[in-house]
């Protein structure tokens, strides 16, 4: 009997980030020996879990997505010790903000360690043409099962979502934002020393806010954090149809401040957030708790925008 012919499995793939750009991404696909980006997205599932932080859980789960630009983006699930559980943010909402925050237009394909669970499917949601978007769970192999794409269509069936509540031509998840604060009024300080620091925080956070994604609300709101070394990393809000999905600004700040310097919440020595003068989605109160269970020893400058109609 003549020898069988084996083909060698690809091996797993380490990410060098949590971005790739449309050239990393091929370079890396022709290495691990795979015809395409979207077969190299569940090789780098594993390195996606290593960076994963689930203190509460100690579930990590990783998630890896490729964009409409070639560029291929990771996701983690983030739980804060001390922090209500609504905190805790999932691998899937962790690579849209990431991929949102790069300006990504679209996700082709997403390949996710772990079967995604009602929230972020609801979550998904918010991309356009979200039913197309092509899901491969790598734990099926494991389960017993043929690891295959889905579509998001199979996973949520009969879906409610942006369709349901907004005009057809609102901007999604993924799209320009240009939302209108109004004009700020006095901000109220809590120990924040003025300076280049505080100038910065506020226009980062700013900044996300008018780049928020808050249709049903109409809250924008931004949030902007500082490492011991004075770097700034700025999130909006993301908010979902079903509102309870909803990924708010200070968990997108930290989704940035881990996704470009692989710091932790504890790492923040101040903050600043953004909001509208009495919304009736307001951020402020859920900022202090977060920080008072995750960075104390952080300061904290709130500023409150005011519609120049009123």
Known sequence: MGEERMTAKPEAVELPGFVMSADEAERAAAAAGVETVEDLLPLLIPSAMRRARPPISRFPVGAVGLGESGRVYAGVNLEFVGAPLSQAVHAEQFLIANAA????????????????????????????????IRILVTSDAADGCAAEWRSLASLLPRPFGPHDLL??????????????????????????????????????????????????????????????????Y?????????????????????????????????????????????????????????????????????????????
């Open 101 to 132: 925050a790069a300006e990504e237009p679209a996700l082709r394909a997403i390949a996710v360690s772990h079967m995604p669970c009602g929230h972020c499917r609801q979550f998904l949601q918010e991309i356009r043409g979200a039913a197309g």
């Open 167 to 232: 005009p057809k031509d609102a901007p999604l998840v993924l799209e320009p934002h240009d939302n209108r604060l109004g004009d700020p009024v006095d901000a109220a300080a809590n120990g924040f020393a003025a300076g280049d620091l505080e100038g910065r925080l506020k226009d980062a956070a700013e900044a996300a806010a008018r780049a928020a994604h808050a249709p049903y609300s109409g809250c924008p709101s931004g949030f902007a954090v500082a490492d011991g070394e004075g770097k700034v």
């Open 234 to 310: 700025a999130g909006g809000c993301l908010e979902s149809a079903a509102y309870n999905p909803t990924l708010g600004p200070v968990q997108t700040a930290i989704i940035a401040m881990i996704a470009a310097s692989g710091g932790s919440a504890g790492d923040v020595v101040a903050a600043a957030l953004v909001e509208k003068e009495g919304a009736v989605a307001a951020q402020e109160a859920t900022a202090r708790v977060f920080l008072a269970a995750v960075a104390p020893q952080a300061s904290f400058h709130v500023y409150k925008y005011r519609s120049s109609d009123v």
